[in-house]
Every structure is written in structure tokens, then in C-alpha cells.
């Protein structure tokens, strides 16, 4: 590799849940703005077959982020591949946010939604932290618009990523000056695949109550968790960042 291709490729980022939708979406665009990445995820086979296709620069790395072991495990992989760690994108998560009606709710499955939700960041972060000072890196959480606004039955789920918001500005504080932290808050995100969206398109009522006139797209979040992570959000931390087409300041009467 020549000398442009080594600064092109030098930072590295870790990012969680990328075997789909955001993540992949994320890992995709760093890797097309000269990242390194490695993916990691639960869904083994299809986390290697989304790094093999994104090429020489990205790495799958098998991942429980609820699993202590397993995070401190898959850190070093990371270090072992790449050599170094820039930045740390926390984006694994429980996909659906409702988790029925409150009666119904079982300890087992809030514990369950906060440990893959809340804990997993805390542990990622705990395991990065030593890796990212030594890069002056950063980390972005990926919350949800569901951390100030809620749908009936979905009380894990809202308050893991309430949590999530709260746990960004202290790592903030803690790990800063030399690591910065941000959480960013996404709203409606079409994040099928391809296939499913020419399938079953959103219909135009979804896209016009949206103040920007559209469903947010995956290369939308992608797009400012890449600024959150670079020179040009230096003195950005410890904040949240909602992008959500405007949602979450309109205001709606039934």
C-alpha cells in the first residue's frame, strides 16, 4: 500500500449491530470515507458475509455486547486485527420497543432489554476506554427520539435509551478531554434492506407528516455519526443529537 492509501486507512472504528440496517449503514460510509472497521454483532454469518463484501478494510468480530467477557474478547480481536481503536459506535440494540402490556412485563425481559441497551455501551466503553485515550478517540451512542417521547408498552425500551443519554454526558465528563462522547437520537429510519423497500413501499402519508417532507434514511444517521467522529466535531461532547426529520417539534392534536 502506498503512503496515500496508509493515512486514507489508518483510523479504525468499532462498530455494533452492523451486520444490518444503521450499523451496517454506518460501517458502509466510514469505510467509503477511508476508515477501517470492524463489525461487530450476534448474527455470525451474516456479520461475516456483510464484512467480506465491504472488502480488505472491514473485519467481523462475533459479539454479545451484554457479555462482559465477550466485549473484553472482541476488543482485543479489534486491537489484534487493526492495531489501534479510533472510535467506538455503540449502535447493537433490541430492535422492536414494545415489550407488551406493563402487567405482562417480566423482570427477565426489562433486564434483558437494559443489559443489551444500556449495560452493553457502559461495557464497550469501560473495554475501549484505554485504546481510544491512546488515538484521542471518540464514541457515539445510538439512542432514540423514544428517550423523550413514548408509545404505549415500550417502558424498557424507553427508559434503556433514556438511560443511554444520561450515561453519554457522563462518559463525557470522565473520559474527556481526551475522548469525546455523543449519543445520537434517531426518529423514523427506514432501515430494511433494498429488497423489502421496493416491495413494500412507505406510503406518502408517512413520508409528508415528516416536517422535512420524507422517512429518514440510513445514510442520514451515518452521515452525522461520521461528523460526530471526526476533527470537525472537536469541541462536540456530551450531547445529544436528534435526527428525526423534525418530529419531535411538531405538534400533533388527534
Known amino acids: 500500500m502506498n503512503a496515500a492509501g496508509e493515512v486514507a486507512h489508518g483510523r479504525?472504528?468499532?462498530?455494533t449491530g452492523a451486520a444490518r440496517g444503521i450499523g451496517e449503514g454506518v460501517a458502509h460510509w466510514l469505510l467509503e470515507h477511508g476508515w477501517r472497521v470492524a463489525l461487530c454483532d450476534l448474527?455470525?454469518?451474516?456479520?461475516a458475509e456483510v464484512a467480506a463484501a465491504l472488502g480488505e478494510h472491514a473485519a467481523f468480530v462475533a459479539m454479545d455486547v451484554s457479555d462482559e467477557t465477550q466485549v473484553a474478547q472482541g476488543v482485543a480481536a479489534v486491537i489484534?486485527?487493526?492495531?489501534?481503536l479510533d472510535a467506538l459506535v455503540c449502535n447493537a440494540g433490541v430492535a422492536s420497543p414494545h415489550s407488551g402490556p406493563l402487567q405482562e412485563l417480566s423482570?427477565?425481559?426489562?433486564?434483558?432489554?437494559?443489559a443489551i441497551n444500556l449495560s452493553g455501551p457502559m461495557l464497550l466503553a469501560k473495554h475501549?476506554?484505554?485504546?481510544?485515550?491512546?488515538?484521542g478517540g471518540a464514541i457515539v451512542n445510538m439512542a432514540s427520539t423514544r428517550a423523550?417521547?413514548?408509545e404505549p408498552e415500550s417502558e424498557a425500551y424507553a427508559a434503556s435509551k433514556g438511560g443511554l443519554i444520561a450515561l453519554t454526558h457522563a462518559l463525557a465528563i470522565s473520559l474527556g478531554p481526551s475522548i469525546r462522547v455523543n449519543a445520537v437520537s434517531p426518529g423514523w429510519i427506514d432501515s430494511r434492506d433494498a429488497a423489502q423497500r421496493a416491495n413494500e413501499p412507505l406510503s406518502v402519508e408517512d413520508h409528508a407528516q415528516h416536517p422535512v417532507g420524507r422517512v429518514g434514511q440510513v445514510e442520514d444517521v451515518a452521515a452525522l455519526v461520521a461528523w460526530?467522529?471526526?476533527?470537525?466535531?472537536?469541541?462536540?461532547?456530551?450531547?445529544?443529537?436528534?435526527?428525526?426529520?423534525g418530529m419531535t417539534r411538531k405538534m400533533i392534536y388527534r
Open 228 to 245: 460526530l467522529l471526526s476533527p470537525e466535531a472537536g469541541f462536540v461532547t456530551g450531547q445529544e443529537f436528534v435526527t428525526d426529520g
Open 43 to 47: 448474527a455470525g454469518s451474516q456479520g
Open 128 to 135: 475501549c476506554a484505554a485504546h481510544l485515550r491512546a488515538t
Open 148 to 150: 423523550s417521547q413514548s
Open 12 to 15: 479504525v472504528a468499532l462498530v
Open 80 to 84: 489484534e486485527r487493526f492495531g489501534r
Open 107 to 114: 423482570l427477565e425481559q426489562w433486564n434483558q432489554v437494559l
